[in-house]
Each structure stands twice: as C-alpha cells, then as structure tokens.
T-cell receptor, first 107, second 114 residues
Framework: GIQVEQSPPDLILQEGANSTLRCNFS?????LQWFHQNPWGQLINLFY???GTKQNGRLSATTVATERYSLLYISSSQTTDSGVYFC?????????FGKGNQVVVIP | DTGVSQDPRHKITKRGQNVTFRCDPI?????LYWYRQTLGQGPEFLTY????????KSRLLSDRFSAERPKGSFSTLEIQRTEQGDSAMYLC????????????FGPGTRLTVL
C-alpha cells in the first residue's frame, strides 16, 4: 500500500510565525487531502488538492503530483491553529494517512 | 445536510463483551468507509462499502469484526469478544461515487475496553 511520510513530526511556533508542513507519498495518488484533527478527535477537512495550489484564509496548500509531495503553509499562526495535521492520499479507494504533524502555537 | 454522524460518541466496555457502532453518511454519498485510529497514529483503513456492497476489507479487520450496510444508507460495525487492543477511535467517512472524491469524516466513536 501507499506509504505517507509527514515532516516535521512536532513543531512549536510562536504566535504570528509562519510554517510549512510537508507530506511525501511512496506512490502516485489520485486524491490528496489535508485535515486538522480537533481535540475531540474529529477530522476537519482543510484542502482537497490532488494537484496545484489552493488558499483558504491563512492556510494554503500546494501539491506537486509528479514528485509525489504536498505542502501545507500556515501563515501568521494563531493559538487556535494548534493540533494535529494529517495528510492522506488515495491510491485504490482507501485513504492512506501519515502519522501527522503535531503543531503547538504558543502566545 | 448535517454531515456524517456516528453513534455512540463514547463506549466503555469490559473485555469479552460485544459492541456495535453506527454511522450515518452524508445522504447523497454512495461510498462509506470505516477507519481505526490508535493513540499517536494516523487513521488506518478497515473496510468500505459502495451502496450495500462491501468491496474491500483490510487485514486489520479480524474475524471478530463485521460491518454491514444493509440498505445502502447507514452502516454498523460490530466487534465481538472485545479485547483491550481494540481500544481506539473508530472513524466513519463518506464520499460520492467517483473514485478519488473528497472524503468527509464523522466525529468518531471512542472505544475503551477495560
């Protein structure tokens, strides 16, 4: 199955700082999603981005499908951005997840 | 449309007991997925349905686990003779018919086996 590697595993940010999270895939995927997992465990959809670049407020994502990686940018981070970020890709219907990026934003 | 819903949100049971979880997908979605997430890990695929047909099962789904989607709408996941290793968050997701479509997740059922 597809292997997903996320980096860095842990990140501590000062409020207002920018950061980049990276996701590498072992094989081509035909769907790529970024999620934020809230403290109660629900996965909140951030981006559906098989290729290209999308922006939503302070967050943006870029996927380079030919090189099998995706990036999530957080700009002007806020304490509410804290939590675990997951990327996941579909090779054969099922989503394969990475282990996540644990982000802590300190005031 | 209220999104994907799951019931119960939390379940505490004793080892050896049977438990059943329910998932109601987004109404127009044909595909329904079950995933399991343990502490510190990303969710792992368990099984998926297209309408009422169960099309794929992971090797993680031992013979103590069974899933159904009898009318192609809601789904149930049953675990028989629970073990402490079954303690996890069980997540349900749904999507449209086309492969590669965006998946939307429910709030999950957190199972604790004592």
């Amino acid at each position: 199955g597809i292997q997903v590697e996320q980096s860095p595993p842990d990140l501590i940010l000062q409020e207002g700082a920018n950061s980049t999270l990276r996701c590498n895939f072992s094989d081509s995927v035909n769907n790529l999603q970024w999620f934020h997992q809230n403290p109660w465990g629900q996965l909140i959809n951030l981006f559906y981005i098989p290729s290209g670049t999308k922006q939503n407020g302070r967050l943006s994502a870029t996927t380079v499908a030919t090189e099998r990686y995706s990036l999530l940018y957080i700009s002007s981070s806020q304490t509410t951005d804290s939590g675990v970020y997951f990327c996941a890709g579909t090779g054969n219907n099922r989503l394969a997840f990475g282990k996540g990026n644990q982000v802590v934003v300190i005031p | 449309d209220t999104g994907v819903s799951q019931d119960p949100r939390h379940k505490i049971t004793k080892r050896g007991q049977n438990v059943t979880f329910r998932c109601d997908p987004i109404s127009e979605h044909n595909r329904l997925y079950w995933y399991r997430q343990t502490l510190g890990q990303g969710p792992e695929f368990l099984t998926y349905f297209q309408n009422e047909a169960q099309l794929e099962k992971s090797r993680l789904l031992s013979d103590r686990f069974s899933a159904e989607r009898p009318k192609g709408s809601f789904s149930t996941l049953e675990i028989q003779r629970t073990e402490q290793g079954d303690s996890a968050m069980y997540l349900c997701a749904s999507t449209g018919l086309h492969p590669g479509n965006e998946q939307f997740f429910g709030p999950g059922t957190r199972l604790t086996v004592l």
